[in-house]
DNA sequence: CGTGACCATGAATCGAAGT
DNA sequence: GACTTCGATTCATGGTCAC
């Protein structure tokens, strides 16, 4: 499997391998222009100060590795601006940079790649579909994280593979969102306690699409932050090169069984088969939101029974306050109530069902 | 309408106006520690190249506005020092502030605003479900743009309306990213040829969610780059008191007329779902005093612990001793435990949480 | 073997009030 | 300002085990 190319009789170009090592050192013994594309990792920089129980009392188990300390936004900007001057050499003219990150450093990562003189061509949002809720209710749910995809310099002919995503996202362009859930189940690699074998383990949903999108068959795919080797796995599914840069033997270790393991795919297994989508989910308070309604306004039910609604999305009645599912059924003397069919509102005389102005938002998010 | 306030006697606070001139000049008129909330839309920095046609020839009528011109990333960098600096001074201690971006500028912003002490609640992506496709199928449909919020510095006591934003979500914590439609239709605001008024108006439905989610009725809102006013039109119609910087006068003039077209909304539907924490304290003790419980009486947990009841209104276990919650937590080996749910005592053969005795003082109270 | 109850867990900058 | 006490707070998914 490992390659070694020789790239005008310099240093040579080490193939399908992890190499050991600071990622920096690592990169700095490798070739000028001799990479398509990386993808990084990089530690997001995470200032946690105490321990995080869940409503249950049960701990989080938060990361806390000794890797992604820093001392202060100083120390990282530094670390993100020599590794960023590493990638930049390796990239060949036409290549580009793919970086995931949270809001703790991405903004750090975001303008050091422009001071740079790298050229971003998208962010990217990776949309969780099943993030850690915020259990304290003192902030909006962490649900996703953001991706910034970046040529090597403006003006640069970077490689896009517009019909394949197209493809992917059934006939439509893909979008810069991308819903994906993350990482557990099967996939999720475990240590010999049964443990997770590293704390961030990134889908390979998302390095599919990453790879499938800016890279083609036979490019070489960097990833100096190698952790478990899920790009590595990837890429080799794909048909790419890769090398892997890492610190961390146990990880290392992990990722070489790991991608052992993985075989290319053939042709007729790389097409994928595509479920058809649940109806969205849509919360009564859009329709507030958008102004489809109006807080204050009056709905009615079939029934003769009224309710007035408020700024959060709630109803209230004579004696009840809540959705309105919990205050019809409190009015009918129901146990439970489709307050979407339930409630009217009335326009020009008529009297029509909320579940009409939920269809209409329906179908603005297909046709989105 | 226009409220003028007197803080200290010194600068006043020009409520519910628009200010006409430089933001950064507007703001330094403005006294220190006066605003709740700083909602800012700031120029995107676009670097847009020559034109942009549509695949059927027609132009795009893209921003390409003198106020958006920055010579580099230097220059926008100063500009968003300088009005972030005026912005902090401006916030209560306890404020916050929202800014929104693409990815052009909101690395930049990102990055500057850590720099001053700011303190990153969330970063939110307003998922657009009707985004502009990209017509030369060269990058990924930008589909989103995005907010970071942001409290004016680590460890304040930032306003968050929790309940109000689950309502909001039909009962599910609110996520950081939010699917709304872009502001087009009637909401977008025309001028005298029928053309935008302006380039990037915001739709209503998302600063209503960041005015019910982070103010409450009475806060003063800001906005230095105020545009159309849609943070002007949200605010008063959700009872919040506005201040608005702009420095072109055709937007100014647009926003007045708008805002004196906007109703407030009434009193009931302006109020929102309190979090618990806001209800009055009730001491344990008080349920023996009243005789609600007697002192030697047992209360169980669902996990089958007793313990008895004291005079004091503190607990007896079989070997410890304490409030509810101490007992209770130390009967279950967890680092904290809720005693009003966790305890029960026994009437009539059945068993009721104890939280019923404290629910029926609360509206005793509530009632007089 | 199917179903459902129950449990575990994921990149997290996750209190507020009283003494 | 430090310290103690009160007591509020979770969604989706996958795996295990009882029935």
Known sequence: MTKMTDLKGAKALPLNTILAGDCIEAMQALPDASVDLIFADPPYNLQLKGELHRPDNSRVDAVD????????????????????AEAKRLLKPNGALWVIGSYHNIFRVGSALQDHGFWILND?????????????????????????????????????????LKSLN????????????????????????????????KPEAL??????????????VLDPFFGTGTTGAVAKML????????????????????????????????????????????????????????????????????????ADGTLVGLDV???????????????????WTYWHFKRDGKTVP????????RAEMAGG
């Not at 890797?67 to 590794?83: I, K, M, P």
């Not at 052992?260 to 097409?271: H, N």
């Open 170 to 201: 059934e006939g439509i362009q893909m979008r810069s969102d991308w819903v994906l859930p993350i990482c557990n189940g099967g996939e999720r690699l475990k240590d010999e306690h049964g443990d997770k074998a590293h704390p961030t383990q």
């Open 207 to 220: 390095l599919h699409r990453v790879l499938v999108g800016s890279t083609n068959v036979g490019d070489v």
């Open 124 to 164: 990217v949002v990776w949309r969780k579909s099943n993030p850690m809720p915020n259990f304290r209710g003192k902030r909006l749910t962490n649900a996703h994280e953001t991706m910034i995809w970046a040529s090597k310099e403006e003006g640069a002919k970077y490689t896009f593979n517009y019909e394949a």
């Open 65 to 84: 590795d000794h890797w992604d300390q820093f001392q202060s936004f100083a120390a990282y900007d530094a670390f993100t601006r020599a590794w960023l």
């Open 239 to 310: 048909g790419r090169d890769w090398i892997g840069i890492e610190r961390e033997p146990a990880y290392r270790a992990v990722a070489e069984r790991r991608i052992a393991g993985v075989r290319k795919f053939d042709k007729t297994a790389l097409e994928v088969t595509r479920a058809k989508r649940a109806e969205p989910r849509v919360p009564f308070g859009q329709l507030v939101e958008r102004g489809m309604l109006r807080p204050g306004e009056t709905l009615v039910s079939a029934t003769g029974k009224s309710a007035r609604v408020r």
């Open 354 to 361: 909320i579940d009409v102005l939920r269809q209409q938002i």
């Open 321 to 339: 306050k809540g959705s309105i599912h919990q205050v019809g059924a409190h009015l009918e003397g129901a146990p439970s109530c489709n307050g």
